[in-house]
């Protein structure tokens, strides 16, 4: 069993940043890989939209209407990653969500945290 968790969200005016984070635990990380961490976001009334990831090689890939404004990376701890929101505006409001792909021999695994929510103000 996977846990995914995310913090850091909140009210900030447009304009603004916010340093998102997502954690990983639980005993199966003793025998899985992670292969991908990923956040996700969910505006009011619209689907569920890629908004960067970071894969286990480094790589990166962003939205296109973050780029240049998101930073996506692993963190300083095992099975954690951040979002670096900058310049945030009104659109980005919404909940952010993060996914940990993981790989164990022939399987692959998709956990994804609750959720947390990001309001920006006009």
């Known amino acids: 069993q996977v846990q995914v968790v995310e913090s850091g969200g909140g009210l900030v005016q447009a304009g603004g940043s916010l340093r998102l984070s997502c954690a990983a635990s639980g005993g199966f990380l003793s025998l899985i890989s992670i292969e991908t961490m990923g956040w996700y976001r969910q505006a009011p009334g619209k689907q569920r939209e890629l908004v960067a990831e970071v894969h286990s090689s480094g790589d990166t890939n962003y939205a296109n209407i973050v780029k240049g404004r998101f930073t996506v990376g692993r963190g300083s701890a095992d099975n954690t990653a951040y979002l670096q929101m900058n310049n945030l505006n009104t659109e980005d409001t919404g909940v952010y969500y993060c996914?940990?792909?993981?790989?164990?021999?022939?399987?692959?695994?998709?956990?994804w945290g609750q959720g947390t929510q990001v309001t920006v103000s006009s």
């Open positions: 996914k940990v792909v993981a790989s164990h021999i022939d399987y692959e695994y998709d956990y």
